[in-house]
């Protein structure tokens, strides 16, 4: 109900009408896998590097329809953050800001669920720009990889299960192959590759097996 609430007092806080599509109904099926490289780790300060997004169809990851884009920050980059995403300050001093990029992204996003690892710290780096632009935070429904791998690994575990919800620990568990790490795109697309294989395994009614205290090999002796 909240959340019903919220999106009809944003439709009618919307300060540019030709975004009103981002309310509209969201394709059959279809979502949106996305990424964002930033300056650090703080939602308040921090900028948004690079962003890529990748439509997902069913089972069908679409690559031929992604978006892409390498943004110049205001924030200062980081050496820290630079060797994390390798994206160097002189990569991106001809490149667009993030507001001129932001109008085309919301176009490829169109209405439909976001998909994610994470999925809330992009949001929240998306949304303090959209809320210039726009006035409001992203209307769009949110589905985190991490919950969706939760369910079908952890969801009836004992108490006191070591729960390991790392991306590569992910990716390894469901045999998808290791994508080039902290890359907007990649990182897009091993999510998309993510969520496919999960939508697959709870329609099936499959849960991912654990290993077992007892299964568990022992550590060396001496």
């Not at 980059?77 to 991106?92: E, F, G, N, T, Y």
Request: positive net charge.
């Amino acid at each position: 109900m909240h959340r019903f609430i919220k999106r009809r007092l944003d439709r009618m806080r919307l300060k540019d009408k030709a975004y009103s599509y981002l309310f509209d109904s969201s394709p059959e099926d279809e979502v949106v896998s996305i990424d964002c490289e930033t300056t650090g780790l703080n939602t308040k300060t921090d900028d948004i590097v690079s962003v890529a997004a990748i439509k997902i169809r069913g089972n069908r990851i679409l690559t031929s329809e992604a978006f892409q884009a390498t943004v110049k920050p205001k924030a200062h980059m980081a050496a820290d953050s630079i060797k994390i995403h390798q994206i160097l300050r002189s990569d991106v001093a001809q490149e667009r800001r993030i507001e001129t990029v932001l109008p085309d992204l919301l176009k490829f996003i169109g209405s439909r669920p976001l998909v994610g690892y994470w999925i809330d710290f992009d949001v929240k780096m998306l949304n303090k720009n959209v809320h210039q632009l726009l006035g409001i935070t992203l209307p769009n429904a949110r589905i985190d990889v991490s919950d969706l791998y939760y369910d079908r690994k952890y969801s009836k575990a004992p108490p006191g299960t070591n729960i390991d919800l790392r991306f590569a620990e992910i990716l390894a568990d469901l045999n998808l192959p290791p994508l080039k790490a902290h890359n907007a795109f990649d990182d897009a697309l091993s999510t998309a590759q993510m969520y496919v294989v999960l939508k697959d395994l709870k329609a099936r009614g499959v849960f991912l097996k654990r290993v077992r205290s007892w299964d568990a090999p022992l550590p060396p002796v001496g």
